[in-house]
C-alpha cells in the first residue's frame, strides 16, 4: 500500500512541539509519547506506535505505546527474546513485516501476537552513534502496508526520540553528578569538623588533627567520614 509523506513542516511542528516540552521540565516519556502518536498521525492507515528503550539494568521495556496492542507486542517479544523490534535494535537496521502471520522469521512471536489483528509491521532502531539504545515501531491491520518511504518517515521519528533519549541521558548524568559533589562537599565539612574538635581537644595543629582521625578511622574499621561523624555526635552529645 502506498502512502504520501506528510508536509515538512508538518513534521517541524511535531518535532518542535516535542522539544518545547522538555524545555519547560515536561518528562521526556511524554515527548516520547507525543512522538508514537504522531507517528500513528503521520503515517496513514497505521493502528498504533511504540517506543522500546533498555533501563541500564539491562531490562528491555516499552517507553511509550499508543495503545494496548503495542504494549501487548512489545511484552511478546521481551517474554520470547524475538520479533521485528528486537531484530531492528540488535541490527541497528530497519525492519519491516509485510504479513506477521506467515512471516518465519519470528515464529513463536508471530503466533503469539496472531489474535492482536494487525497484518505488517515496520520497526526503527533509535542510534546514538552508531549504537542502538531502542527502537520505534508501527503498527497496521492491513498486510504489506508499508512500503520504503513510510519507513523512512519512521526513520524520522526514531531519530527524534534518539534524541530525546540522549537528553534524559544527560540529565540523569547531571544530576548524579551534582549528587555526588553534594555528597563530597558534606563529607569534606564533616571531616573539617571533626578536625577542629581534635585540634581544640588535643591543641595541635590541622595536620596532626587530620593523621589523629586516620587512625582513629583505622581503629574502628570506618570509613573516615563515618569516624568524623562519630566524633561529632559523641561531642555534641557530651557537651565538650
Known amino acids: 500500500m502506498t502512502t504520501d509523506l506528510p508536509l515538512a513542516e508538518e513534521l517541524t511542528a511535531v518535532f518542535a512541539r516535542a522539544s518545547r516540552m522538555l524545555l519547560t521540565e515536561e518528562t521526556v516519556a511524554h515527548a516520547l509519547h507525543l512522538i508514537t502518536d504522531a507517528a500513528v498521525a503521520a503515517i496513514p492507515g497505521a493502528m498504533g506506535a511504540g517506543v522500546s528503550l533498555m533501563k541500564p539494568s539491562g531490562q528491555r521495556l516499552t517507553a511509550a505505546a499508543s495503545g494496548t496492542i503495542v504494549s501487548q507486542a512489545d511484552s511478546a517479544q521481551f517474554e520470547l527474546g524475538e520479533g521485528p523490534c528486537l531484530a531492528a535494535w ?10 506477521v502471520a506467515s512471516d518465519q522469521r519470528w515464529p513463536a512471536w508471530s503466533a503469539a501476537v496472531a489474535s492482536l ?40 521519528f526514531a531519530e527524534q526520540a534518539s534524541l530525546f533519549v540522549l537528553h534524559a541521558q544527560a ?3 547531571a ?20 578536625k577542629g574538635l581534635l ?42
Do not use: C, W
Open 117 to 156: 489483528g494487525f497484518g505488517s509491521v515496520a520497526s526503527s532502531p533509535l542510534l546514538t552513534g552508531t549504537t542502538a539504545v531502542g527502537a520505534v515501531k508501527v503498527y497496521a491491520r492491513d498486510l504489506d502496508h508499508f512500503a520504503d518511504h513510510a519507513v523512512r518517515l519512521l526513520a524520522l
Open 199 to 240: 585540634m581544640a581537644r588535643d591543641n595541635t595543629g590541622e595536620d596532626d588533627a587530620f593523621r589523629t582521625l586516620i587512625a582513629m578511622s583505622r581503629r574502628s574499621g570506618e570509613t573516615l567520614h563515618e569516624t568524623a561523624a562519630a566524633l561529632i555526635r559523641f561531642s555534641a552529645s557530651s557537651g565538650t
Open 90 to 99: 540488535a541490527s541497528g537496521q530497519p525492519v519491516l513485516v509485510s504479513d
Open 171 to 173: 540529565r540523569e548524568a
Open 175 to 194: 544530576a548524579a553528578l551534582s549528587d555526588q559533589l553534594q555528597d563530597a562537599l558534606f563529607q569534606r565539612d564533616t571531616i573539617s569538623v571533626a
